[in-house]
């Protein structure tokens, strides 16, 4: 699977929604709640974070949906990204879905709605949501003609770079592979951290191995490969092959394998690394959060991951796509009412994105009148000039796949596993999947 982004396309979502861990637990719900009754919504989310931008946001819609529905109570209960998942893995299995929660795309989502826990949600889209969306975003919650969830964000994964650390050695932005090695050779004997990575997170090891094999075999070799089950490619070798020449060049922090994406992110905030690949639900931090020193912001760059000699890639192919998507319990006691929210929360959060928190949305925008951050606007004009986008790799396989390329990535990184190895498990994986 791949999303294609049309030159129309003119925003893209970069969101960590963040919500309140309010310690309400979500089990199984007894008796049922009429439009007269007081209604009372569980929420759940990943992003326990309460100091980003992307959390207060989330709160001030909760807190306008309440306010706004006296009759409505909000509870929300938020998790870090991975505990996040297994939460819903264990909720799924007895049937005790929250009313309201988030779902990743494609592979991710196909356990659920095969399951029928994800309520159909395309009379919204028909109704007070007809057009909203960004082309192609809600395609990657469908199943079998009907939609499970609805997009909220949809990010790409730029290389951010410190200009202040790049200029005291001299070094500008890479446009070849090459280029980014010399980088990190100059910037290891100088003494420098290179390239902030938290390998305990196993996704963010799958960025540069997914950029490899972008540049090496074309916008389309992963995506084919993923859908037929056929990763034994010389191509997809070589990017493994490359992917551990990086480590091989100590472009990481010691112990990176052990690190955790936060801990990773704090190590780039404080200026002790020089690069950063993430998506762009990090921008605020390089553009508009309160909490961040301005100082900090202006020496903040981007650039797209460079070439490979040879390859077949594009620099304005880019890693990325719909991240996730709000969905509806299938057993929730107030399914109408999850449904009336989800389709508020979508729609104040396109509102209120752009212009109170830099944040940019998977819905249509009107950036014409309000005043963007430099960043902001530069990362715009990438999207809407995209060759391609090319969805997570992890998202666009089903689970078991999935957990096994997260195993199989930190092998590779960790040097426990030969580049053949490591594309031979990762097929016979897809292949035990389909």
Request: charged share 25%; net charge negative; with cysteine.
């Amino acid at each position: 699977m791949r999303i294609r982004i049309p030159v129309a396309a003119a925003v893209m979502a970069a969101a960590v929604l963040c919500l309140t861990a309010c310690g309400a637990g979500i089990g199984p719900r007894e008796g049922t709640q009429t439009a007269a009754e007081n209604v009372m919504i569980r929420l759940m989310s990943p992003w326990p974070d309460n100091d980003s931008l992307q959390n207060k946001l989330v709160e001030r819609i909760v807190e306008e949906y309440m306010r706004e529905h006296p009759e409505v109570t909000i509870t929300t209960e938020a998790l870090e990204n991975e505990l996040y998942k297994d939460r819903l893995k264990v909720l799924s299995a007895s049937n005790a879905l929250p009313d309201v929660g988030f779902s990743w795309a494609a592979g991710f989502l196909d356990p659920y709605v095969e399951g029928g826990l994800f309520t159909p949600l395309d009379d919204l889209l028909e109704g007070e949501l007809r057009d909203r969306f960004v082309a192609g975003t809600t395609e990657a919650y469908m199943k079998n003609g009907k939609t499970y969830a609805l997009p909220v964000e949809l990010n790409i994964v730029p290389i951010f770079y410190n200009k202040a650390i790049f200029a005291r050695h001299r070094l500008r932005p890479p446009e070849t592979f090459e280029e980014l090695k010399d980088i990190i050779v100059r910037l290891r004997e100088a003494g420098e951290t290179p390239i902030s990575l938290g390998g305990k997170d196993a996704w963010t090891l799958s960025f540069w191995f997914m950029y490899l094999v972008d540049r090496v075999g074309g916008a389309d070799l992963l995506d084919q490969a993923i859908e037929t089950a056929r990763f034994n490619d010389p191509r997809i070798i070589e990017a493994a092959r490359l992917t551990q020449e990086l480590v091989g060049l100590n472009a990481f922090p010691n112990g990176f394998i052990g690190m955790s994406n936060e801990e990773a992110k704090a190590r780039f905030m404080a200026e002790r690394a020089a690069m950063y690949a993430i998506g762009t639900w990090e921008v605020p931090n390089y553009t508009t959060n309160p909490d961040v020193p301005e100082s900090f912001k202006d020496r903040i760059g981007f650039f797209p991951f460079p070439l490979v000699e040879g390859g077949e890639g594009r620099l304005n192919n880019w890693i990325g796509g719909p991240g996730v998507g709000l969905f509806v319990a299938e057993n929730s006691k107030v399914k109408e009412e999850a449904k009336k929210f989800v389709a508020y929360f979508v729609k104040k959060w396109g509102e209120h994105a752009v212009a109170d928190a830099g944040i940019i949305p998977a819905t249509k925008v009107d950036t014409g009148t309000v005043h963007l951050p430099k960043m902001y606007t530069e990362l715009l004009k990438e999207l809407r000039t995209a060759n391609k986008v090319t969805l997570y790799a992890d998202v666009q396989m089903k689970p078991v796949a999935a957990e096994e390329h997260y195993t199989l990535v930190q092998a590779l990184f960790g040097g426990a596993i030969t580049p053949e190895e490591f594309a031979l498990r990762q097929e016979l994986a897809l292949l035990k999947s389909r």
